[in-house]
């Protein structure tokens, strides 16, 4: 089973940037593509970026391309998503998941594990 735990959230001001991590723990966690997931007050949880088992493939939404970096370091057993540019529509609670997939997708629905989440505000 893999564990997930997500850090880094907080309060920035527009245009800032902030560092997102998520903490792999459980068998073989390598072996899971990661994704960043967002949901903001009354709105449906959405893909932000999503990573394959080796990294070298990456997905972005629209809303966030040329703004998010998101990349892993395996010998670590970490995943971060650089957020630079920040809006306040970015604001949200940000959760790390994780699927079991050679292929790489980032909907909401395939994600087996996820984080406790950590909360990103977006405000001057």
């Known amino acids: 089973q893999l564990q997930l735990v997500e850090s880094g959230g907080g309060l920035v001001q527009p245009g800032g940037s902030l560092r997102l991590s998520c903490a792999a723990s459980?068998?073989?966690?390598?072996?899971?593509?990661i994704g960043w997931f967002r949901q903001a007050p009354g709105k449906e949880r959405e893909g932000v970026s999503c990573?394959?088992?080796?990294?070298?493939?990456?997905f972005y939404a629209d809303s966030v391309k040329g703004r998010f970096t998101i990349s892993r370091d395996n010998a670590k057993k970490m995943v971060y998503l650089q957020m630079n540019s920040l809006k306040p529509e970015d604001t949200a609670i940000y959760y790390c998941?994780?699927?079991?997939?050679?292929?790489?997708?980032?909907?909401?629905?395939?994600?087996?594990?996820w984080g406790q989440g950590t909360q990103v505000t977006v405000s001057s």
């Open positions: 998941a994780g699927e079991r997939s050679v292929l790489l997708r980032c909907t909401p629905g395939t994600y087996d594990y």
């Open positions: 459980g068998f073989r966690s390598a072996n899971y593509a």
């Open positions: 990573i394959s088992v080796s990294g070298g493939s990456t």
